[in-house]
């Protein structure tokens, strides 16, 4: 059988600078570049490409934010179109920067570049990674939807009743105008507003809002590091998807999924993380069969011997039970959970039950829009609403869903599931309950033991001197 053999590429004798393509979701992508490869005077990207997210390609990365190699920016391009990029632009090197991607995916993509001439690479953690002039906790995962909002919350809880002033650094989510986004600073609910956050921004920053958390995010994270460092004394990472942390963490902790046993080894980069971590936790133990809870914990155990392992409920409450009582209502859940984090339901469902409702109602013949599109794309989401909210259109389109089910008498009331209070942006003719969770630990006082183990020296401002300065040692 005849071997197939790439056709050779014609290089621009004048170029001397390495071409590459950055495949990615607008987040990992961009502090990549932003970190390894802006300034590097050998090297040129070319582009990068998008999916996951909806409405990123045909954008450009603006010049404010590429820098001064980068005059026009660069174009982000679909991720469809990977093989003839490669091939029309002569890419020497593609780099993968996305997360929550099984391992199998990763290397079809790889063999899709070896195919068209171009090397693969993935960027280690240690490559990416700021230092903080303050000590760093970071929460990130196996999966998306393990848990890692109320872990956030609960660690940020037990740093404030140390007396520590705590701020929230968010994984980006910039959806909108890139060069606005650079460094965003949200303090109140009216800073929402004003930076025109979207139901998954929201989703993230309300609870830490209403917490008093101080929350950063946006794109260019040396900077964002830098303004939460003067108003910290402690940085909380708050991660997104399984993706690495940014910055270099004194305290890294990973949450598992008993729900979905084995993910912890299969999926980019969560296994990464775990390998990582200095704690995991074992999450979701109330939901899960005890069976899978301790196959997880032994994987775990098995991959990262060091770590510690500890175990956690998710409690999740209804703020109205009366009105789920009895009642015929669909369930809205975090979109990102049900979409590539392949789950079939989350708190909104249990919520749901556990309050008696008399039945959750499918949304599927009702889905209008990006929400018909969703379920097509990801029929795992069917028999809940994912809250589908990355613009204008898609928030519109989720309140035509609900709207539509409404109209034809198959819905009483709206079960969310999604930390993001719904009634500031849909407007609906039922009642919406929030189902609120948060993280128990099975034993209590292990991750706070954790705390004052990875940060002996941190002690709370005094009011002479409201800065905190960290004696202690980095990894």
């Known amino acids: 059988m005849a071997m197939h053999t790439p056709s050779p590429q014609t290089p621009d004798p004048a170029a001397a600078r390495t071409r590459v393509v950055v495949l990615g979701a607008a987040g990992r992508d961009f502090h990549d570049f932003n970190v390894v490869l802006r300034d590097d005077p050998g090297v040129e990207v070319v582009a990068f490409t998008a999916t996951q997210i909806p409405d990123i390609e045909g954008r450009r990365y603006p010049p404010s934010l590429a820098g001064p190699l980068y005059p026009q920016g660069i174009p982000i391009v679909a991720e469809s179109e990977l093989d003839e990029l490669v091939a029309r632009e002569h890419v020497d090197v593609v780099v993968f920067a996305y997360s929550d991607v099984r391992h199998e995916q990763v290397m079809h993509l790889a063999s899709r570049c070896i195919a068209a001439g171009a090397d693969f690479r993935l960027h280690s953690a240690r490559r990416t990674m700021l230092r903080s002039a303050k000590p760093v906790v970071a ?112 305290l890294h902790v990973v949450l598992a999924d008993p729900l979905r046993p084995g993910d912890e080894a299969a999926y980019h980069p969560g296994e990464a993380n775990v390998r990582m971590a200095d704690v995991v936790v074992v999450a979701k133990c109330d939901s899960a069969r005890p069976g899978d809870v301790a196959a997880v914990e032994a994987s775990v155990r098995t991959l990262n011997p060091r770590a510690t392992v500890l175990r956690a409920d998710s409690p999740v409450t209804v703020d109205d039970p009366a009105a789920v009582a009895g009642r015929r209502v669909l369930v809205v859940e975090d979109g990102p959970t049900l979409t590539h984090g392949s789950m079939t339901y989350g708190a909104g469902v249990v919520g749901a039950r556990s309050a008696g409702a008399a039945q959750i109602v499918d949304p599927t013949p009702y889905a209008v829009g990006s929400i018909a599109a969703t379920y097509a794309r990801y029929p795992n989401a069917r028999g809940v609403l994912p809250a589908m909210g990355y613009g204008d259109a898609q928030v519109r389109d989720l309140e035509a869903t609900i709207r539509a089910a409404v109209e034809a008498g198959a819905c009483d009331a709206v079960v969310a599931g999604t930390p993001v209070d719904l009634t500031r942006v849909l407007s609906v003719p039922v009642p919406i309950v929030r189902a609120r969770y948060e993280l128990r630990e099975v034993v209590p006082g292990g991750l706070a033991a954790a705390v004052r183990a990875a940060l002996p020296t941190v002690q709370p401002p005094s009011p002479d001197h409201p800065s905190t300065s960290y004696a202690g040692s980095r990894s």
């Open 139 to 250: 929460v990130t995962a196996v999966r998306t939807g393990v848990g890692k909002s109320q872990t956030t919350r609960h660690l940020a809880r037990l740093l404030t009743g140390l007396g520590l002033r705590v701020v929230a650094v968010r994984h980006p989510m910039p959806y909108g105008d890139l060069a606005a986004q650079a460094c965003q600073r949200f303090a109140t609910y009216a800073d929402l507003d004003r930076h025109d956050c979207t139901i998954e921004e929201r989703e993230e920053y309300e609870p830490h809002l209403d917490a008093g958390v101080v929350v950063y995010a946006g794109v260019d994270y040396e900077r964002i590091l830098r303004e939460a460092e003067q108003e910290a004394d402690v940085v909380l990472w708050d991660g997104g998807n399984n993706d690495l942390p940014f910055y270099v963490p004194d």
